[in-house]
């Protein structure tokens, strides 16, 4: 059974860097082919597709977000990573990890597996 956990802090201040870490358990990050993605979901909205690293370590990212996100990963801990840049109020959030066998798509049942998701709230 894979079981993602995100992790972070909830409270980030705007113009600052929002990281956020998925640890994998249960399933390497490297295994063929699953995509690991980001997805977050603003307060009274629908799911948004931030970005994903794939098996491989390739990168996608929304053209939206592109300009801030960053996404990495550390294989030796199964882990990747979420940087967003240059925070707002608009990027308060609730912020999923996710596996699945592409990126890009903002429905859930895309994804097979999903962190719980962890509340992030930019604020001063």
């Known amino acids: 059974q894979v079981q993602l956990q995100e992790s972070g802090p909830g409270l980030v201040k705007p113009s600052q860097t929002l990281s956020l870490t998925c640890t994998v358990s249960?399933?390497?990050?490297?295994?063929?082919?699953?995509?690991w993605n980001w997805i977050r979901q603003p307060p009274g909205k629908g799911l948004e597709w931030i970005g994903a690293?794939?098996?491989?370590?390739?990168?996608y990212y929304s053209p939206f977000l592109k300009r801030r996100t960053s996404i990495s990963r550390d294989t030796s801990k199964n882990q990747f990573t979420l940087q967003l840049t240059s925070v707002t109020p608009a990027d308060t959030a609730v912020y999923y990890c996710?596996?699945?066998?592409?990126?890009?798509?903002?429905?859930?049942?895309?994804?097979?597996?999903w962190g719980q998701g962890t509340q992030v709230t930019v604020s001063s």
């Open positions: 249960g399933g390497s990050i490297t295994a063929n082919y699953y995509v």
């Open positions: 690293i794939a098996y491989s370590g390739r990168t």
């Open positions: 996710a596996r699945g066998a592409s990126w890009g798509y903002s429905d859930r049942d895309k994804y097979d597996y």
